[in-house]
Nanobody, 125 residues
Framework: VQLQASGGGLVQPGGSLRISCAAS????????MSWVRQAPGKEREVVSC????????YYTDAVTGRFSISRDNAANTVYLQMNGLRPEDTAVYYC???????????????????WGQGTQVTVSS
């Protein structure tokens, strides 16, 4: 299993950014895919999750209405569109996957078996 995140960078408050995660080595369409972030000195936080079969989406309260997760099963890629970015969104963003996730556990970072390297998102003026 390989997960390769990309698209991070520096953006001003209120700006937008789309990050991507390219997957390989497993049946992408059968896996839950999530974005997990970790800011310096803070615990990991699952930002958003998209299910495998019906592409149901889930968001932590802090990003609801601003972030949007999507997946392209043909391209084995998951995206996170981030709008209205705030300084508190600054973190390393990781993509994570799992094939046996229980939906009620989507927000638990420990529920994911596979992780990619992170991409840094910095929101600053």
């Amino acid at each position: 299993v390989q997960l390769q995140a990309s698209g991070g960078g520096l953006v001003q408050p209120g700006g937008s950014l789309r990050i991507s995660c390219a997957a390989s080595g497993f049946t992408f369409g059968s896996y839950y895919m999530s974005w997990v972030r970790q800011a310096p000195g803070k615990e990991r936080e699952v930002v958003s999750c998209i299910s495998s079969r019906d592409s149901a989406t889930y968001y932590t309260d802090a990003v609801t209405g601003r972030f949007s997760i999507s997946r392209d099963n043909a391209a084995n890629t998951v995206y996170l569109q981030m709008n209205g970015l705030r300084p508190e969104d600054t973190a390393v963003y990781y993509c994570a996957s799992d094939s046996t996730l229980i939906r009620s556990s989507w927000s638990n970072p420990s529920a994911y078996d596979h992780w990619g390297q992170g991409t840094q998102v910095t929101v600053s003026s």
